[in-house]
């Protein structure tokens, strides 16, 4: 049974950081794409970044350039968010792809955490 689990969401005022986790269990991830997806209160889900397999090796894209950095490390993948804004306010979701391929699109990916809970207090 696969299983993303997340953590490191919670409180932080603004400028702040936080670190994200997400490990999958259940199956080998090592060639499936592993991406973040979050959603603000009100509003859609939206892409964050995601790593991905490409030409042998694993590939990351994020988003939201200067601030938020993906890695990955086997089944485990991470978003360092700095400087911390209060539109980043949101739940953040954890996502598997089994196909490999970079993808934005969230019907993409098969697989969903239970999401983290990240708030910005200016």
């Known amino acids: 049974q696969v299983q993303l689990v997340e953590s490191g969401g919670g409180a932080v005022q603004a400028g702040g950081s936080l670190r994200l986790s997400c490990a999958a269990s259940g199956r080998t991830f090592s060639r499936y794409a592993m991406g973040w997806f979050r959603q603000p209160p009100g509003k859609e889900r939206e892409f964050v970044a995601a790593c991905f397999w490409s030409g042998g090796r694993t590939s990351c894209v994020d988003s939201v350039k200067g601030r938020f950095s993906i890695s990955r490390v086997k089944n485990t993948v991470y978003l360092q968010m700095n400087s911390l804004k209060p539109e980043d306010t949101a739940v953040y979701y954890c996502?598997?792809?089994?196909?490999?391929?970079?993808?934005?699109?969230?019907?993409?990916?098969?697989?969903w955490g239970q999401g983290t809970q990240v708030t910005v207090s200016s």
């Open positions: 996502a598997a792809d089994d196909s490999g391929s970079y993808t934005y699109d969230q019907s993409e990916y098969e697989y």
